[in-house]
């Protein structure tokens, strides 16, 4: 058992990554790529993950060595040139932050209006840290929770970590928070996001339970969500950390109150899941009563391979956990480095979901967190003689358009949904390009047979 050997959590960053043993392992130029993408993109990981989940035999093509360590194709060439060469030359510190500053801004640092579409309003006053976006559920960004145990280099949040506080978004007003919930009856789930919550302690994360559990507007919120990565970078937090049981504690009180706590796990590759520690917290949670379902993107170098999803999933079943999302990864940061055409993305679930049981198949996938909402690709067919995507929405902005199949002119290039295009005028509708500003869309009943499916034309206003 190696729970006794990481009883601290001790971050590894650009400032002591070099003191770290198995820095000497690693070629210069992958040491110098490090240090010029890492002034760009954040870096940050820790012994557990060093130790434990890196295999640095297979450096630099490890997954998790991909998944947590800037790469050299993270930046354009003329970006990284930039970059490297003031460095070496001895540019001044604020000279070098202008510079990186102007290339974070290259890079889409909120990608899907996040900033400024979802922000909600109470009373007349904006609600930094709540996106409500689908009806159902609401996101709270607590501001205690707005880092990571380590950082995926692919992350859509990272402009939040590297210190562009304008990029923010976050909300410490547990009050607040409840205040809002009360105003919104149609709200059922209330999901803590981040960063990674789990990165409070039990006694900050206690007063937002608190606030919530002894709120009597409450009733209508039957779930609690926590989006975290914890159980794969340090699932110690659950394990061995000072306040393991007090967390774990509240945890149990979320499930007395009578509602579902679902531990949304962003898991990324099945060696998160190979270690004894790691096993350890899920039963841990499992044992709260709590539920924990799987969730993550697929990225190129990571996970791109159908064999390594099977693993997962069936790994993750073994213990209890429920497969989710497979998520196509955003377009921001280093996309070029890690995103895949969107027809590879359904080859590689298509070939992984057809490899497990139903018990697995409660996973959806590849889906795109886009504008308009959530985008999956059910696949590739010709219509009318011509190749076409066939999508449909899973959450959208227009509720009414959910799960109506539509068609995009077939393209082997496009990774994102901003690259489709309707493949016929019928299909247009469901584009946001052509979304009126304030009227509903019309969208035309589907016959089915003698029934019509009703479509609810205007019920989100
Ligand atoms: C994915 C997502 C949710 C949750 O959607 P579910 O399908 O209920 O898991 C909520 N809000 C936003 C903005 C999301 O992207
Ligand atoms: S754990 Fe989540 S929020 Fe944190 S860096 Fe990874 S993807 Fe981003």
């Known amino acids: 058992m190696t729970e006794t ?3 601290r959590f001790q971050p590894i960053t ?68 930039a970059v490297a060469d003031g460095m070496s030359a001895g540019m001044a510190p604020k000279q070098l932050k202008e510079m990186v500053a102007e290339i974070r801004a290259d890079l889409n640092p909120h990608p899907a209006g996040q900033q400024t579409d979802n922000v909600p309003v ?61 105003a919104h009856q149609e709200i059922t789930d209330v999901l803590f996001t981040g960063g990674d919550p789990m990165i409070m302690k039990a006694s900050v994360f206690s007063r937002y339970v608190d606030a919530l559990l002894n709120d009597s507007r409450l009733d209508h919120v039957q779930t609690v969500r926590i989006g975290t990565k914890s159980l794969a970078y340090w699932p110690q937090r659950f394990v061995t950390d000072e306040d393991a049981d007090d967390m774990l504690g509240l945890f149990e009180q979320i499930v007395a109150s009578g509602r579902t706590l679902a531990i949304m796990g962003h898991y990324s590759h099945p060696v998160e899941l190979s270690t004894e520690v790691a096993q350890r917290a899920v039963a841990r949670i499992r044992n709260t009563g709590a539920n924990i379902r799987m ?141 009126p500003e304030e009227q509903e869309v019309q969208i035309s009943p589907v016959n089915l047979g003698n029934t019509e499916l009703p479509i609810l034309v205007g019920a989100d206003s």
């Open 295 to 435: 969730q993550s993107p697929l990225i190129r170098h990571v996970n791109d391979d159908p064999q390594v999803w099977r693993d997962l999933w069936q790994t993750g079943v073994r213990l209890g956990c429920v497969p989710y999302y497979m998520f196509v990864e955003r377009d921001t940061g280093a996309r070029n480095y890690f995103e895949l055409p969107l027809v590879d993305c359904w080859k590689t679930f298509r070939a992984a979901y057809s490899s497990v049981s139903g018990i697995s198949r409660t996973v959806r996938g590849p889906s795109m967190s886009a504008w308009p909402g959530k985008v999956h690709v059910l696949g590739v067919k010709d219509v009318g003689g011509e190749p076409a995507f066939i999508l449909e929405y899973l959450q959208c902005r227009r509720p009414e358009l959910v799960r109506q199949p539509f068609f995009a002119k077939f393209d082997p290039t496009a990774t994102w949904f901003d690259d489709l295009e309707p493949l016929t005028a019928d299909d247009a509708p469901m584009f946001p390009d052509n979304w």
């Open 5 to 7: 050997k990481y009883t």
């Open 14 to 81: 650009l400032a002591n990554i070099a003191q770290a043993p198995q820095w000497a392992l690693l070629d210069q130029d992958i040491q110098e790529a490090v240090r010029v993408v890492g002034q760009v993109l954040p870096f940050r990981t820790n012994s557990y993950v060093m130790d434990e989940l890196i295999d640095w035999a297979r450096v630099p093509n490890d997954p998790i060595f991909q998944l947590v360590f800037p790469q050299p194709g993270m930046l354009s060439d003329e970006h990284y040139h």
């Open 122 to 182: 109470l009373e007349g006053e904006p609600m930094p840290g709540v996106q409500h976006k689908y009806r159902q559920t609401m996101l709270f960004f607590p501001s205690q929770g707005q880092t990571c145990h380590a950082y995926c280099t692919f992350c859509f949040r990272w402009a939040q970590f590297v210190g562009d506080t304008s990029l923010r978004f976050r909300s410490n007003d547990a009050d607040q928070l409840c205040n809002y919930l009360a």
